[in-house]
C-alpha cells in the first residue's frame, strides 16, 4: 500500500490502514510532515491555524492527545475613514441576499450573479460588496470563477466565518506528534524527501518512481492513496511539482476543471507590545480581527484567546495571487504597511515591529495554493475528484471532501478516513 502525502489526510489514512493489518509506504516530499499545517515555535501557524465550526473529527483527535479546543475571539473591528469602529454584523443581509442562490437551475459566477441581482435591486448593493469582500478573503476565491451556488450552499452550513472558532492548544503541531506516534511504525513506512515524479498505474496495481536526495528509486503496491493538494494534482506536465500518471488521469479531467486553487498570503507579526489592546478611546482589549478595505492586506487577527505580541495579516483571492508573484520581503513591507494603515493615526508603529514570518504556498511546489474552491458548474467536481480509479488509485485531501468540511484540517482528516475505508471495503475481509 502507497500513501502520497504525509499530511492530515494521508497520517489518517496510513492509521487506518496499519490498524486493519495492511503494511504502508508512507511518501512525503517535504522534510516534515503536516503539509499545510506548519507550525513554528511561539506557536505561531505558517498555514492551516483555526477549528471552523463543531469539527468532530478534529476534535476527536485532540481528545485523544488531551490537547484543549480554544475558543477564538469573536469580535471585528473595521477601519472606517479615520478611526476603528465595532464591525456590524451584515449576516442576516448576506444571507437573504445569498439564499436564492442555491436553488439556481443554472450556476453563474458570483461576480456575475452579483451584479444581475443588484442591478434588479440595488437595495442589496450593501451585502453584495460584503459578499464580495468575504469571498475573496474567506475562501480565497476569484469572484468571476467562483459558483454562486456552491458559495450559498457553504455559507449556510456551519463551516462559515460566522460559525464559532477555535484553535488547538500549542497549535496544530501535538497534533501531527499524535498522528506520528500513532502510526503502527511496524507497519507504516514513513519516508520524507520523497517526491513522486511518475505514476505507472492500471487495474492490477501502480508503480511510483520516488526521488529521495537525487536519487531515482521504484516502488509498487496494488493500491495507492494520493492526498497532495489539488494545485500539484492538476499541475501541467513539467511543472516542477507536478506528478506524471501513465495513463493519464482522463477521467479526472471534468473534476479538476470543476475546481480551483485559492491563493492566499498570511503574514506573521511580532510586535514590542500588544498595542491594539490599549487604544486610546477604542476599547479593542478583546478584539480579535481587523478589517480595511484599503490596504494590501485586508484582514489583521490577533491570537486570541492567548495574548501574545503576534498579529496576523491575511489577503486571499486574485490580490493574494498577484502580490505572491513578488519578493518575499516586499509582501511582508506590505503586511507591516497594512498594520500600519488600520492603526493609523491611533498609535505609532515606528521601531515596534520586532520579527516577521511567511511563507508563501502559491510559489511553493508541494502547495501551488492554499486551498480548493469550487467554480462555475463544478457542485460535483468534489465528489468526482475523490472516486477510485480502477480500484487501484485513491484520492484524499480537503479538495475531495463533499460534506461541507472542503478547505479545512477537518476535511483532510475525514478524506483520509474514507479513502481507507474504501480500500478496505475493496479488499474485502
Known amino acids: 500500500m502507497i500513501i502520497v502525502g504525509a499530511g492530515a489526510a494521508g497520517l489518517t489514512a496510513s492509521r487506518r490502514l496499519a490498524e486493519a493489518g495492511l503494511t504502508v509506504l508512507l511518501l512525503e516530499a517535504r522534510d516534515r510532515v503536516g503539509g499545510r ?27 485523544e492527545a488531551g490537547i484543549r479546543n480554544l475558543t477564538a475571539g469573536a469580535e471585528h473591528w473595521e477601519r472606517n475613514g479615520r478611526t476603528l469602529e465595532p464591525m456590524e454584523d451584515r449576516m442576516p443581509e448576506i444571507h437573504r441576499l445569498l439564499d436564492p442562490a442555491a436553488d439556481l437551475a443554472t450556476d453563474q459566477s458570483v461576480r456575475q450573479w452579483l451584479d444581475r441581482t443588484v442591478a434588479v435591486n440595488p437595495g442589496f448593493s450593501d451585502a453584495a460588496e460584503s459578499v464580495c469582500r468575504l469571498a475573496e ?72 518512481s ?49 475546481l480551483a486553487m485559492g491563493p492566499a498570503l498570511k503574514v ?42 503576534w498579529l496576523t495579516a491575511w489577503l486571499g483571492g486574485p490580490r ?9 520581503d516586499l509582501i511582508a513591507l506590505c503586511a507591516a504597511e497594512s498594520v500600519q494603515a488600520v492603526f493609523q493615526g491611533l498609535i505609532d508603529l515606528t521601531g515596534q515591529l520586532i520579527e516577521t514570518r511567511f511563507h508563501n504556498w502559491q ?18 467536481a468534489r465528489t468526482a475528484l475523490a472516486r477510485p480509479l480502477a480500484t487501484t488509485l485513491y484520492f484524499a485531501g480537503e479538495a475531495t471532501e463533499d460534506s461541507g468540511e472542503a478547505g479545512t484540517v477537518a476535511g483532510a482528516i475525514i478524506s ?11 479488499r474485502g475481509p
Not at 37 to 63: K, N, Q, V, Y
Not at 282 to 291: L, M, V, Y
Not at 320 to 328: F, I, K, R, V
Open 37 to 63: 499545517i506548519w507550525t513554528l515555535d511561539g506557536p505561531t501557524e505558517l498555514g492551516a491555524e483555526f477549528i471552523h465550526g463543531r469539527r468532530l473529527a478534529t476534535l476527536s483527535l485532540l481528545r
Open 210 to 258: 520516488i526521488e529521495h536526495r537525487g536519487l531515482r528509486q521504484q516502488a509498487r503496491a496494488r493500491y495507492a492513496i494520493f492526498t497532495v493538494p489539488l494545485g500539484v494534482l492538476a499541475a501541467d506536465a513539467g511543472h516542477p511539482g507536478a506528478i506524471q500518471f501513465e495513463p493519464p488521469l482522463s477521467d479526472k479531467a471534468e473534476a479538476l476543471a470543476g
Open 320 to 328: 493574494a495571487a498577484e502580490l505572491s508573484q513578488q519578493p518575499d
Open 137 to 208: 478573503q474567506f475562501d480565497a476565491a476569484d469572484l468571476a470563477r467562483a459558483s454562486i451556488i456552491a458559495l450559498a450552499e457553504e455559507w449556510s452550513s456551519d463551516a462559515t466565518f460566522e460559525a464559532p472558532q477555535g484553535r488547538p492548544e500549542g497549535g496544530y503541531a501535538p497534533l501531527l506528534d499524535l498522528m506520528v506516534a500513532s502510526l503502527d511504525h511496524d507497519r507504516v513506512k514513513l519516508r520524507l524527501e520523497s517526491v513522486v515524479r511518475t505514476v505507472q498505474w492500471s487495474g492490477a496495481g501502480v508503480e511510483v
Open 268 to 309: 506573521l507579526l511580532r510586535y514590542r507590545n500588544r498595542f491594539w489592546e490599549s487604544l486610546d478611546g477604542i476599547e479593542s482589549r478583546d478584539a480579535a480581527f481587523f478589517h480595511i478595505k484599503d490596504a494590501p492586506f485586508r484582514t489583521i487577527w490577533t491570537a486570541l484567546p492567548a495574548r501574545t505580541p
Open 363 to 380: 510559489a511553493d511546489p508541494r502547495s501551488l495554493g492554499a486551498y480548493s474552491y469550487v467554480t462555475v458548474g463544478g457542485q460535483q
Open 416 to 426: 483520509g478516513e474514507r479513502a481507507a475505508r474504501e480500500i478496505l471495503a475493496e
